[in-house]
Each structure stands twice: as structure tokens, then as C-alpha cells.
């Protein structure tokens, strides 16, 4: 029998609960099991499965908790370093951009780190084993740091998704985003859906997580579908950055 065990402290548990739902789907596929405990400050969960699928959902697992460890803290990281909350769309579509940029190399680093055993401690990787990576993501965060200024100004944030944009090559050049309660789905110009980045924040509207994918996607054309009227904010970036046209649907 293969036994994993993930916890984290309490505070930081939606980093907890991103790794429990992207392994449960691999685990339910091969009648596999899990358990949730909580004590006064820690968040548990553990799983179990029978040793022929030890290799399968042990991939499962270290790619959850790499995303976790590189994005997730990732951005706690930077919002700490900024004194960032969570009320300001502008300010999160930023962070989560500036998170999400070279986060590839975050995960490759964390696989590096990442040791075989039985229990993954969350908090004890980021505090005690990501020293070298958090030193990058504390350069990337520099030059909002010394400009600090920029973040009390929605143009200026607007100005630096710019720059952000002008150094990623466009991966759509049709793309269309269907907004519907409280959620959102991505299509292709072939109307194929795509897969979703996630940012992992602490907290997220559907709107800032599907900022987050047309940044990233970087289409020359957007097509912004919905029922209920988005809010401004979104409309105005959406505006701003791209060649967007929005169309209501019944």
C-alpha cells in the first residue's frame, strides 16, 4: 500500500485544498483513497492507494505540491514583499501576472528539492528550502519595489501589463472568453476549449483568473461573451490591452 501525507499550516490552506483537488481526480480513477484532518494549527490530507499505481500517483502528488510550493507561495511571496492585498483588480491582475512569468523554472527548481518520503511538509520547503528561488522571485518583484508608486495607480499598473506583454510572443490569434457564473471558459479560434492557468492566490474572482489567461495567451483578437455585464474593471483592461469586443448572450 503507497501512503502520502501533505499538510501545511492552517493559514495558508488553499494551498492545501489546490493540491487535494488536482490529485483526487487520478486517485478516484484508480479506486484509490483520502482522508482530510485538522488539528489547532495544521491542515492534513493523506492518501493511500494500492503499490501497483505507487509511480502513477506519486507524479500526481509531486506535481501538485511543485505547483503549490512554486506558484502558490509564489505569490504569497510577492504579495508580502509589495504589501499587496486582495480588494484592488488592478493590483491582483498584476501580481498574478508577474507570479506566473518564469514559473517554469520555479518548477523545475522545487522538483530538484522535493525528497521521497511518506510526509510533505508545505511550510517547511517554502521557509527552510526555497531560500535560492525566493531570492529571484525577490529581483522580479525589485522594480515594483523602487517604484512603489506605480501600484496606488491604475494607469501605471496598466503601463506595466504592457511592458509585461511586449515580452511574450502570441500564442492565439483568436481567442474567446465565455463568462458565466462566476467562472469562465477559454475557446481557440477553432473553438476548442483550453485548458486554464491558475494563479493559486489566496482569493480570486473568475474575472482576475481569466485576466490572468488572456495575458498569457496574448491573443490579437478577443471575444468576450457573457450573460451578466462584467465588471468595469475588467471591461477597461480587456480594452486597454487587447482588441477586444464584447458580446452579450441571452
Not at 494607469?155 to 515580452?167: G, H, M, R
Request: aromatic residues 12%; hydrophobic residues 35%; contains cysteine.
Amino acid at each position: 500500500m503507497y501512503e502520502q501525507t501533505v499538510n501545511i499550516e492552517k493559514n495558508n490552506f488553499h494551498l492545501l485544498n489546490y493540491v487535494k483537488n488536482q490529485i483526487e481526480p487520478a486517485l478516484n480513477e484508480i479506486d484509490g483513497i483520502s482522508t482530510e484532518l485538522d488539528d489547532e494549527y495544521r491542515s492534513y490530507y493523506t492518501l493511500a492507494c494500492s503499490d501497483t499505481y505507487r509511480f502513477q500517483v506519486s507524479r500526481a502528488v509531486n506535481a501538485a505540491v511543485c505547483e503549490a510550493l512554486s506558484l502558490g507561495y509564489k505569490n504569497i511571496y510577492v504579495r508580502n514583499l509589495l504589501d499587496v492585498g486582495y480588494e484592488n483588480f488592478y493590483q491582483n491582475v498584476l501580481v498574478n501576472t508577474i507570479c506566473k512569468f518564469d514559473s517554469e523554472y520555479d518548477k523545475q527548481f522545487v522538483s530538484r528539492i522535493l525528497a521521497s518520503g511518506s510526509t510533505v511538509c508545505l511550510d517547511g520547503y517554502y521557509n527552510f528550502k526555497m531560500s535560492q528561488v525566493k531570492r529571484k522571485w525577490r529581483d522580479i518583484s525589485k522594480l515594483v519595489c523602487d517604484n512603489s508608486f506605480l501600484l496606488a495607480d491604475n494607469e501605471l499598473i496598466i503601463e506595466l501589463l504592457q511592458y509585461l506583454l511586449e515580452s511574450l510572443t502570441s500564442r492565439e490569434p483568436i481567442l474567446s472568453v465565455s463568462l458565466q457564473n462566476d467562472d469562465f471558459i477559454i475557446y481557440n479560434k477553432d473553438n476548442v476549449v483550453l485548458p486554464k492557468l491558475k494563479s493559486i492566490a489566496k482569493t480570486s474572482t473568475a474575472e482576475e483568473e481569466a485576466m490572468l489567461n488572456i495575458i498569457c495567451l496574448k491573443p490579437s483578437k478577443l471575444n468576450i461573451y457573457y450573460h451578466d455585464k462584467p465588471s468595469n474593471e475588467f471591461t477597461a483592461m480587456c480594452d486597454t490591452l487587447f482588441n477586444s469586443k464584447f458580446i452579450f448572450v441571452e
